[in-house]
């Protein structure tokens, strides 16, 4: 048996139906299909996917999940845009949001972080091609720099 890749995630959220008209616009998620209020199942714009990701609704009075800040849990979801033309968009669309909470170079990828409306981070990451990565991007796969936008525009625009 062999794994092949993660085909869906699935978040317990506050309200089903906020959380996907979030994930729409954040991301440009569609519904592929529902269970009423009670679960929505979106999949990316061009995705061939039965669904990428599931929400189940818990109810508006739930409390925020305590993952990393005392219980054990989920850290975030990645999710991988093609180019930096598609990262710097989404960085656009979610600082008007209110939806970006953070920004980092890892070397070999340069991410964004946000969370969305129940508070549950995400990232949004652009692989750096095998091709493009310079000796700087190499000597630093894996570690957390604050991201210099000039300096990424210069090297991959």
């Known amino acids: 048996m062999k ?8 978040l317990f959220v506050r309200a089903a139906r906020a959380s996907a008209r979030f994930y729409a616009d954040a991301f440009g998620f569609v519904e592929a299909f529902s269970r009423g209020d009670d679960a ?3 999949r990316a ?3 061939s996917n039965d669904h990428d990701l599931g929400l189940f609704s818990v109810g508006v009075g739930a409390q925020p999940s305590a ?8 850290y975030h979801l990645a999710w991988q845009v093609e180019s930096l033309d598609d990262l710097l968009a989404m960085r656009e669309r979610l600082l008007k949001m209110g939806a970006l909470s953070g ?15 129940d508070g ?5 990451m652009w692989l750096v091609p095998a091709n493009r990565l310079t000796a700087d991007d190499r000597a630093n ?3 957390t720099r604050r991201i210099n936008w000039d300096t990424v525009r ?3 625009a």
């Open 3 to 10: 794994i092949t890749r993660l085909n869906h995630a699935v």
């Open 40 to 42: 929505v199942f979106m």
């Open 45 to 47: 714009a061009d995705s």
């Open 67 to 74: 993952a990393g800040r005392g219980t054990v849990g989920l």
């Open 103 to 117: 920004e980092s170079d890892h070397g070999t990828t340069k991410s964004l972080y946000g969370q969305d409306i």
């Open 120 to 124: 549950i981070e995400f990232e949004v």
């Open 141 to 143: 796969a894996g570690s």
């Open 154 to 156: 210069a090297d991959y």
